[in-house]
């Protein structure tokens, strides 16, 4: 089985609508990050948690909301989906004790797509 | 501001050797990672320097001058299955990963 896992892999909706993407890992890492990834541009950070009770704003965080319910999983909020938020989304853990090393691991990616 | 360049496309040979190359300036510096990502599927780990030098994998070597804040990655052996993009991104001072755009490269027969 997969370490990091996302659902759904591809979700179509409409502008206005909610969306939550979800993501769940078994590695026991403390640190989570969601991401986007555009065409042309490099993954670009909304939020990151280096633990459940620790919640932080990445570049691009206008648009979206995330919650950490558990060490093991981290939901990303669309509160009003919006066509320029279509993207592939990823999200990445990474281990705290391992130092500054911070090798971050990927899930699958979440493909979005808001008409 | 923070800034990672990298060639957005590269072409060549299967059986030769490619440098993708990657330039930055950043906040402070905690390493340089390199990724492999395939069309259409998650980025994955290829290497991590810190110090200055080379770190040799296999067919892949990862080259760090921290003073000219460069690195290239070298694929040697050039295989088909080599074909994706190349992520460059660097660990700044708050140990946050900042990305490049990414190179393509395309192997050609």
């Not at chain 1, 279509?86 to 911070?102: I, K, P, V």
Request: with cysteine; proline share 3%.
């Amino acid at each position: 089985d997969a370490d990091v896992t996302q659902t759904p892999r591809n979700r179509i909706t409409k502008t206005g609508k909610r969306i939550m993407l979800e993501c769940s890992q078994t590695k026991g890492h403390d640190r989570m990050y969601w991401y986007r990834q555009d065409p042309g541009l490099g993954l670009r950070l909304i939020y990151y948690s280096f633990d459940v009770k620790d919640i932080n704003k990445g570049e691009i965080s206008d648009g979206y909301s995330v919650s950490r319910q558990a060490q093991a999983k981290f939901s990303l909020s669309l509160e009003s989906a919006i066509p320029n938020q279509t993207a592939l989304y990823f999200c990445a853990t990474s281990d705290l004790r391992r130092g500054d090393y911070n090798e971050q691991f990927f899930g699958p990616g979440t493909r979005l797509t808001v008409l | 501001g923070q800034n990672i360049d990298q060639p957005t496309e590269m072409t060549a040979t299967e059986g030769a050797i490619v440098q993708i190359n990657c330039t930055y300036q950043t906040s402070g510096f905690n390493g340089l990672f390199w990724y492999q990502q395939h069309a259409g599927e998650a980025p994955t780990f290829l290497s991590y320097n810190v110090l200055d030098g080379l770190e040799e994998k296999g067919r892949f070597s990862s080259f760090l001058s921290r003073s000219k804040g460069y690195s290239y990655l070298l694929l040697k052996e050039l295989q088909m299955k080599d074909s994706a993009s190349y992520l460059c991104a660097v660990l700044d001072s708050n140990y946050q990963l900042i990305w490049g755009a990414g190179t393509k490269l395309i192997i050609k027969p």
